[in-house]
């Protein structure tokens, strides 16, 4: 049986309650009659070989590029590139397919006698990861190989030896990246696409680059005009990043993309429920869920932190595509939309949403609020192609505990964010004038980004921008069962319950409003008529 | 007329710095306008007598009357009309020279008001003062019949507890003679305190004193407990001496050693007085102002006052009295009054007695003077410090023995709380309980001190008689009557409580009397603000609790496991475990020796792989471990051009990743040899009071200054470093330095972890499976 499309389900009298995501943790909600639920595509079935699958894309390239084994020879520079730990979400079972494709071009690059090759982890400005967490990405045998000689690194965005000024865009975009990737005669970047936003050219152009490069298009306004970042043809972020890509090739900077997609299979089998429509639960979905839930009640807040952050998803490889980085994207695009499109007839007065307890940014920690705000308004608002799913001037609801809690060693910039920026303001335009080059710039984060396993000072900034057009866009926030102060803080109004704040969405929207559920995740993108 | 016959004539006052005195001042050079005055002030030890005239007297709110009265013309009339005498009737010869001495005795009048007030004066001091004084005094003006006229203001509680009428008589003359020698008693005094010095410097005492210091302020250093232990053998000694005082005069039949000494300094008075033109005036409880200079002038928060607000604060659950017993109070006005009457009419053959009481003549019973009270506070209450009124208890009017039982015990039992609490090891604001409850226990232990004292004036049975002070009053035309009013009969004690004495002692007081919660900054943000004020200088932070949440033992734990196996992690744990009570013991006696005898663990370690291993500690324990709060302030502070400075006693290779937070580190150094750390300190380390002189040295070699600077500490071992700065915050103080920054009202901040830091039961590193990383 082929795997089903996804679904925009209307509530009645005979649905049960919808499962709402609400951290570590969800719940049983009934919706009201009328309602609609959109669920995401089935996963799709893995490709059964997906070594196979890597070779064959690596010896078959797309668009204008020679087969990888063309590119090699002995005596060159050779860099290969790999995305961090923001991707895939959950962080997915090993081998990692990073870890399967990097060992296929490290056998091709030894095959061709190549024997300059050092890895670079692309942060951009995400925290440097620690052992275990690189070891899970490329395997034992590359960290083995690589690391005890230095061979293994992580971009350092702030290292004043590390980066290469390339130059300014036609739209006057400084173009800075990585001194050992530009300096090199072939660069190979090893993608997971988790949506539309991830690879082409913003693999290299973002996760290679630094903070006066990023800000040309890590900012509000570039965030207000991509509607959404999630769809590359009508996204300001993506024109920026193609413009960097194109000026990075036109340095002679060669590089050679590789994208992989994954299916939707995001939970593991004890999970199997939360990907399964909740009129379909199986008797053992339901005790699973039963059996879930009683237990989470019972769990200190913490130790239900850590059972989920140790959750690694059975995602499988849907497809492999490498070369050239335009073609290669749009071929990666075609297959993410076939997992996660759904077709939805038009805007809603109210979104709802459950948000998960993780998001890119807090991988091994607490999703602090900004990184709630991030989720929500940033990634999940986003998924849409055509219109937004709520209507200008809608309510979006959320449902997450929201802690005031912070990890001081991820997000210590979050904090001081979260403390001394949002009490003064929170329309990001503000606190871009106001406030981001102090924190982008202070010593005292470049040294924890730098030493440590910080972010970068200037990333909640970024977050908050993520959000930016959602702010512009709707007419009010609801934050479900979440710190009320938090909750305050980041300009939302708390709830309770779900019924409190769909009356509180109606003072803005007016009464009987139309209401849609995302029932993500597994993520979905949806295209609204 | 009163006027007229002290117009153009000289008065001295003594004790004119007091509250009877203040009045007597003021209300000679506003109603007598052609008088002068010459005050007899001790010189303090900061200021001369002159200084002393203008600050303590003039500048009082009594005489604000007479300010506006005179408009421009104040200083110069007062300057004219007020001479300075320095001297001192506690010393021999009242420390006159010989202006001081020409000056009194050619006074026509002198008013002897100087006396140790305080009913739990040290037994020598009030036997100097108010047994000794007045006879000095005498013996200065010379003991002729042609020397001033000495009005001696006494006390009517000379009579001692006793029941019945109490004569305006000399004490020779009534049923109250004692037959108490004053030539023994002063030098039973004197030698009291010699004794109770004596025995004070006994090694088991002093040893006892070094133990309590310690035990208040932990392991502050030599310096501070030296300080600190010298200063609880005063206090001991003077413990000694109040309570002989008050034993010593309630065994020869007065409630304490006020009146004792007073009585006994009449005594003295009468033998040594010659023919000395003598008056003795005797008051009774002297309380508010009626109506002069202004109804509820009062100087001073005297005898009624702490028993009232502390009853109106709700402290104070029951005070012992007879209901029907009568309290004898007079306001002050009435007393001025009184003796410039005594002083106009002059000096009789014989000494003669007036006693200035409303006993008699208009009675305040103890009941009546209680539901006063409890009505005026019942409609104006006080209010708590979130906002809330307060309810006056129900008094029942037990025993004495009662109340002071059910105190006692009180008492004992917070002791008891306080010392469990400050043995626990406890900090921020469970540190606050503790010292919360020594509040409490206080606060019990004054209420237990204001019934030991004040009881026996609310159970006072002698009634004072006034016959001759009303004859004085008859003998007055209308006028003076009108302008020096000393008729006990005009006082109505429902007025005189509700719109004249309660109002004005809460106004002292200084109490909350509005209702709702506090507007504009918190005590917090004021303490915050003047910290971060821009002209700081400096900022010096302690490291351990102050911004992490860690210690030197963890940090070695973390390093020291970085590299081992299962089992040997096990057998690590144990070997440390064995060691922690040891090691506890000495952290408590010294800092530098516990840091001394630790850092001996790091013995032939490779410095390079800790050092490695130590930037990957900065993240999983530092930083994990730190409090936010305090990076931030850190920061803070930097952004506002306050020089940073981390004093610790950590080692160098651990604070190493935190460099750039601070403008300056300093901390412990270790040894290394041939790449092996060796387990010995290069310096000694920055502990205790090395930590007030590292500070002292840095400012002063960067041209910073001390009193403009903040420090920031955990514990009472950092007291020298925090006493060493204008502005020291304790952060997450242990019971000890809570109690200490709450009594000096130092600023606190409770910096917490991170609510979303990882945790971990051990603080072991985790474990290095597969390969060494570079």
């Known amino acids: 049986m082929s795997p089903r499309p996804g679904f925009v389900l209307e509530v009645d009298r005979s649905t049960p309650a919808t499962l709402i995501w609400h951290g570590e943790g969800f719940r049983?909600?009934?919706?009201?009659?009328?309602?609609?639920?959109?669920?995401?595509?089935?996963?799709?079935?893995?490709?059964?070989?997906?070594?196979?699958?890597?070779?064959?894309?690596?010896?078959?390239?797309?668009?204008?590029?020679?087969?990888?084994?063309?590119?090699?020879?002995?005596?060159?520079?050779?860099?290969?590139?790999?995305?961090?730990?923001?991707?895939?979400?959950?962080?997915?079972?090993?081998?990692?397919?990073?870890?399967?494709?990097?060992?296929?071009?490290?056998?091709?690059?030894a095959t061709a006698g190549v024997d300059d090759v050092v890895l670079v982890a692309a942060l951009a400005l995400h925290r440097r990861m620690t052992e275990d967490e690189l070891r899970h990405i490329v395997g034992d045998r590359v960290y083995d190989a690589f690391a005890p000689h230095g061979l293994l690194t992580q971009h350092d965005a702030e290292d004043p030896d590390g980066m290469l000024h390339l130059g300014l865009t036609d739209a006057g975009e400084d173009v800075e990246i990585n001194r050992r990737a530009a300096t090199s005669d072939l660069v190979v970047y090893v993608n997971i696409d988790l949506v539309p936003m991830d690879g082409g050219h913003k693999s290299v152009a973002t996760g290679l680059a630094s903070y006066r490069s990023l800000r040309h298009h890590h900012n509000v306004r570039t965030m207000q005009h991509s509607r959404s970042f999630m769809d590359q043809h009508r996204s300001e972020l993506h024109s920026s990043n193609w413009r960097m890509g194109r000026h990075i090739a036109a340095s002679g900077v060669k590089v050679f993309q590789i994208e992989t997609t994954l299916n939707n299979d995001t939970f593991p089998d004890q999970f199997r429920f939360l990907q399964r429509r909740e009129w379909e639960w199986s008797v053992r979905d339901r005790a699973g869920f039963l059996a879930v839930s009683k237990s989470l009640e019972r769990t200190p807040e913490r130790l239900a932190r850590s059972i989920f952050q140790s959750i690694r998803a059975p995602h499988a490889v849907t497809s492999v595509q490498a070369g050239e980085v335009e073609a290669v994207h749009t071929r990666a695009a075609e297959h993410l939309h076939t997992q996660q499109s759904v077709e939805v007839a038009g805007q809603t007065d109210v979104l709802t949403m459950g948000l998960p307890y993780l998001c890119p940014y807090n991988v091994n920690s607490v999703m602090n609020p900004v990184l709630v705000m991030c989720l929500g308004?940033?990634?999940?608002?986003?998924?849409?192609?055509?219109?937004?799913?709520?209507?200008?001037?809608?309510?979006?609801?959320?449902?997450?505990?929201?802690?005031?809690?912070?990890?001081?060693?991820?997000?210590?910039?979050?904090?001081?964010?979260?403390?001394q920026v949002l009490p003064e303001t929170t329309d990001p335009l503000e606190i871009e004038a106001k406030y981001e080059e102090a924190f982008a710039t202070d010593p005292w984060y470049v040294h924890l980004y730098r030493t440590g396993h910080a972010y970068h000072g200037v990333h909640p900034f970024y977050m908050w921008y993520w959000g930016a057009h959602a702010l512009q866009h709707l007419g009010a926030v609801i934050v479900v069962?979440?710190?009320?102060?938090?909750?305050?803080?980041?300009?939302?109004?708390?709830?309770?319950?779900?019924?409190?704040?769909?009356?509180?969405?109606?003072?803005?929207?007016?009464?009987?409003?139309?209401?849609?559920?995302?029932?993500?995740?597994?993520?979905?993108?949806?295209?609204?008529? | 007329m009163i006027g007229e016959a002290l117009a153009g004539k000289r008065i001295a006052v003594t004790g004119a710095t007091g509250f009877l005195g203040t009045a007597l001042v003021e209300r000679l050079l506003r109603s007598v306008p052609d008088c002068e005055v010459a005050v007899l002030v001790r010189p303090g030890r900061r200021a001369t007598a002159a200084r002393r005239l203008q600050r303590e007297i003039l500048r009082n709110d009594c005489f604000d009357r007479l300010r506006a009265e005179l408009g421009d013309r104040f200083d110069a009339e007062t300057s004219r009309r007020v001479q300075v005498i320095e001297g001192d009737v506690g010393q021999e010869g009242v420390g006159l020279d010989d202006d001081g001495a020409a000056l009194l005795t050619g006074c026509d009048v002198v008013i002897h008001s100087a006396a140790t007030v305080s009913f739990d004066a040290p037994l020598d001091t009030a036997v100097e003062v108010n047994m000794l004084g007045p006879s000095r005094l005498a013996e200065a003006l010379g003991t002729t019949p042609s020397s001033p006229h000495l009005i001696?203001?006494?006390?009517?509680?000379?009579?001692?507890?006793?029941?019945?009428?109490?004569?305006?008589?000399?004490?020779t003359d009534t049923p109250f003679a004692t037959h108490a020698d004053w030539r023994a008693e002063v030098a039973a005094a004197r030698r009291a305190r010699s004794d109770a010095d004596a025995d004070s410097r006994r090694p088991e005492r002093l040893a006892?004193?070094?133990?309590?210091?310690?035990?208040?302020?932990?392991?502050?250093?030599?310096?501070?407990?030296?300080?600190?232990?010298?200063?609880?053998?005063?206090?001991?000694?003077?413990?000694?001496?109040?309570?002989?005082?008050?034993?010593?005069?309630?065994?020869?039949?007065?409630?304490?050693?006020?009146?004792?000494?007073?009585?006994?300094?009449?005594?003295?008075?009468?033998?040594?007085?010659?023919?000395?033109?003598?008056?003795?005036?005797?008051?009774?409880?002297?309380?508010?102002?009626?109506?002069?200079?202004?109804?509820?002038?009062?100087?001073?928060?005297?005898?009624?006052?702490?028993?009232?607000?502390?009853?109106?604060?709700?402290?104070?659950?029951?005070?012992p009295g007879v209901p029907e017993g009568v309290v004898d109070v007079i306001p002050v006005d009435l007393v001025v009054a009184a003796i410039l009457a005594v002083a106009a009419e002059g000096p009789a053959e014989q000494p003669a007695v007036y006693q200035v009481a409303s006993g008699t003549r208009q009675p305040l019973r103890y009941d009546n003077l209680v539901s006063l009270a409890e009505s005026w506070f019942t409609e104006h209450p006080l209010y708590d410090s979130r906002g809330q009124p307060i309810v006056v208890p129900e008094w029942s009017f037990p025993g004495r023995g009662k109340v002071q039982r059910q105190l006692t015990r009180a008492g004992k039992g917070l002791q008891a709380a306080e010392r469990l609490m400050g043995a626990l090891p406890l900090r921020g604001r469970r540190a606050e309980v503790s010292s919360r409850l020594e509040e409490r226990r206080q606060q019990a232990e004054r209420a237990l001190s204001y019934v030991e004292l004040y009881g026996s004036y609310a159970e006072t049975e002698a009634r004072f008689q006034v016959d001759r002070l009303l004859s004085l009053w008859e003998r007055l035309d209308d006028d003076d009557r009108q302008t020096f009013c000393f008729d006990p009969a005009v006082i109505d004690w429902a007025h005189y409580l509700h719109d004249v004495h309660l109002p004005s002692v809460v106004t002292q007081a200084r109490v909350r009397t509005t209702p709702g919660g506090r507007t504009g900054p918190t005590r917090a943000e004021r303490g915050r603000r003047a910290v971060l004020a821009p002209e700081r200088h400096l900022a010096a932070f302690d490291l351990e609790n102050t911004l992490i949440a860690s210690n030197v033992v963890e940090s070695y734990a973390w390093l020291a496991t970085r590299r081992l196996s299962e089992g040997d992690r096990l057998r690590f744990t144990l070997r440390t475990l064995r060691e922690v009570p040891g090691m506890l013991a000495l952290d408590r006696r010294d800092r530098g020796d516990f840091l001394r005898a630790f850092y001996r663990h790091y013995d032939?370690?490779?410095?390079?792989?800790?050092?490695?291993?130590?930037?990957?500690?900065?993240?999983?324990?530092?930083?994990?471990?730190?409090?936010?709060?305090?990076?931030?302030?850190?920061?803070?502070?930097?952004?506002?051009?306050?020089?940073?400075?981390?004093?610790?006693?950590?080692?160098?290779?651990?604070?190493?990743?935190?460099?750039?937070?601070?403008?300056?580190?300093?901390?412990?150094?270790?040894?290394?040899?041939?790449?092996?750390?060796?387990?010995?300190?290069?310096?000694?380390?920055?502990?205790?009071?090395?930590r007030a002189m590292v500070m002292a040295a840095y400012a002063e070699a960067e041209g910073l200054a001390l009193e403009e600077s903040v420090a920031y500490a955990d514990s009472s071992s950092d007291l020298p470093m925090l006493e060493a700065v204008g502005h020291p915050v304790a952060v997450n103080p242990e019971a000890k330095l809570a109690t200490i920054a709450r009594k000096r009202g130092w600023h606190v901040e409770n910096w917490t972890r991170?609510?979303?830091?990882?945790?971990?039961?051990?603080?072991?590193?985790?474990?290095?499976?597969?390969s060494d990383v570079s």
């Open chain 1, 377 to 419: 308004l940033g990634y999940l608002f986003n998924m849409y192609r055509g219109k937004p799913l709520v209507r200008p001037g809608g309510a979006l609801i959320m449902s997450h505990p929201t802690p005031w809690a912070f990890d001081p060693v991820h997000h210590p910039s979050y904090i001081d964010f979260f403390e």
């Open chain 2, 152 to 171: 001696a203001v006494s006390t009517a509680y000379v009579a001692g507890s006793r029941r019945g009428d109490a004569p305006e008589a000399l004490l």
């Open chain 2, 208 to 319: 006892r004193f070094t133990r309590d210091a310690r035990a208040e302020l932990g392991a502050a250093g030599a310096p501070l407990l030296a300080e600190r232990a010298e200063r609880l053998r005063d206090e001991w000694v003077k413990e000694r001496l109040v309570s002989l005082g008050r034993t010593r005069a309630q065994s020869l039949g007065w409630p304490d050693a006020y009146a004792y000494t007073k009585a006994l300094g009449e005594r003295a008075l009468l033998e040594n007085r010659g023919d000395l033109p003598l008056t003795i005036v005797r008051p009774s409880i002297i309380e508010s102002a009626l109506a002069e200079p202004r109804p509820g002038w009062i100087r001073g928060f005297r005898m009624a006052e702490p028993v009232i607000i502390s009853y109106a604060r709700g402290l104070l659950g029951q005070f």
């Open chain 1, 28 to 109: 049983l909600e009934r919706l009201p009659v009328g309602s609609r639920v959109v669920y995401p595509p089935e996963a799709l079935s893995p490709l059964e070989d997906p070594d196979a699958a890597i070779r064959h894309a690596l010896l078959h390239p797309l668009g204008d590029s020679e087969p990888l084994p063309a590119l090699l020879r002995p005596g060159m520079r050779l860099t290969i590139a790999f995305d961090d730990i923001s991707l895939p979400l959950p962080p997915m079972r090993s081998p990692d397919v990073r870890q399967r494709v990097i060992e296929a071009v490290l056998d091709m690059a």
């Open chain 2, 604 to 690: 032939e370690a490779p410095a390079e792989q800790v050092r490695a291993d130590a930037w990957e500690m900065f993240s999983a324990l530092i930083l994990a471990k730190s409090f936010p709060d305090g990076i931030r302030r850190v920061r803070d502070h930097r952004s506002r051009g306050h020089r940073t400075l981390l004093i610790t006693g950590a080692i160098d290779l651990v604070v190493e990743p935190l460099r750039p937070l601070f403008d300056d580190i300093v901390c412990a150094r270790l040894a290394e040899r041939d790449g092996r750390i060796l387990g010995e300190l290069v310096d000694p380390p920055p502990t205790g009071e090395a």
């Open chain 1, 481 to 529: 069962g979440g710190d009320r102060r938090a909750v305050r803080r980041l300009g939302f109004k708390p709830a309770s319950g779900l019924g409190d704040a769909l009356e509180m969405a109606e003072d803005v929207v007016g009464a009987d409003p139309s209401i849609t559920h995302l029932h993500a995740p597994p993520l979905l993108m949806a295209n609204v008529s």
């Open chain 2, 754 to 770: 991170a609510a979303g830091a990882p945790r971990h039961l051990l603080p072991f590193a985790p474990r290095l499976t597969r």
